[in-house]
């Protein structure tokens, strides 16, 4: 919003403008300062440290173990795919290596995949490929010619 307002002395006019910024929303210098402050994160967002100390430096499924140099390989795991599902005791997290991790979802996109779930889209951008004539990707056809193969 504009303002404008005059000065009786000198015969000026000056123009002001003043960005109203919706309730709530706060300034970048205001989000900066709290970064650098190293404000308090928000309900829910620390249960990769909770699950750390509970679980400890080792991933669930490989074994591997890291250390404090090392120990930004290692990720929370859902078990239920549930990213708001936190308990305190750690029931719903295993800490596995970026590696494991990767498997992990790549495995559930697969199986959904060949299950014919039509629920996910990350199965639909890697198998499916609209310029092929079946609409399935090489990788996909050949993940299905296996399975023929192998007879199941």
């Known amino acids: 919003m504009a303002k404008i307002s005059f000065d009786g002395r000198k015969g000026r006019v ?24 190293g404000g308090k994160r928000p309900a829910g967002e ?20 890291f250390d404090h140099t090392t120990r930004h390989l290692l990720t929370v795991h859902h078990r239920d795919g549930d990213h708001h599902h936190n308990p ?11 590696y494991c991790h990767e498997d992990v979802h ?4 697969l199986g959904e995949y060949f299950d014919g779930a039509s629920g996910g889209k990350d199965a639909a951008s890697v198998y499916q490929d609209e310029t ?3 609409g399935l990707g090489s990788l996909g056809a050949k993940l299905q010619e296996a399975l023929k193969k192998k007879g199941t």
Do not use: F, M
């Open 46 to 65: 620390d249960y990769r440290e909770r699950s750390l100390a509970i679980h400890g430096l080792v991933c669930a499924r490989c074994g591997r173990e």
């Open 132 to 134: 092929a004539g079946n």
């Open 106 to 109: 790549s495995r559930e996109v």
């Open 88 to 98: 305190p005791d750690g029931s719903n997290w295993e800490n596995l290596c970026v």
């Open 14 to 37: 000056r123009a002001t403008v003043r960005h109203d910024r919706p309730k709530g929303q706060k300034s970048v210098a205001d989000v900066v300062r709290e970064l650098k402050e």
